[in-house]
């Protein structure tokens, strides 16, 4: 069983920025693909940002490129979401979602769909 963590988060004025970290732990691997998916009220969760496995590709759905940048940490199996510049619309619950690939994989994973393993959520809301 994996478990994943988020934290970070809260509410920000417009243009302001948060972080959101994501730890994963129990049978964890060496090669889990990590993702970042929100979903704001009364929409479908839709992917924000994916890094592959080597922790070298990236992925960023269009409404945050530029602005969130994902990345991994020192420790195995944690991830980061930095969110700058943050507008109302980035408002809503981030997900960390974690999976298994194989290790001729090197791309980074945006459907949902692939990911075996989610965090609970945590709220992130930008006031105007």
């Known amino acids: 069983q994996v478990q994943l963590v988020e934290s970070g988060g809260g509410l920000v004025q417009a243009g302001g920025s948060l972080r959101l970290d994501c730890a994963a732990s129990g049978r964890t691997s060496s090669r889990f693909a990590l993702g970042w998916f929100r979903q704001a009220p009364g929409k479908k969760r839709e992917s924000v940002a994916a890094?592959?496995?080597?922790?070298?590709?990236?992925y960023y759905s269009d409404s945050v490129t530029g602005r969130f940048t994902i990345s991994t940490g020192i420790a195995e199996n944690t991830a980061y979401l930095r969110m700058n510049d943050l507008k109302t619309e980035d408002t809503g619950v981030y997900y960390c979602a974690a999976g298994d690939v194989a290790s001729d994989r090197s791309s980074p994973i945006a459907d949902q769909d692939q990911y075996a393993y989610w965090g609970q959520g945590s709220q992130s809301t930008v006031s105007s």
């Open positions: 890094i592959s496995w080597t922790g070298v590709s990236t």
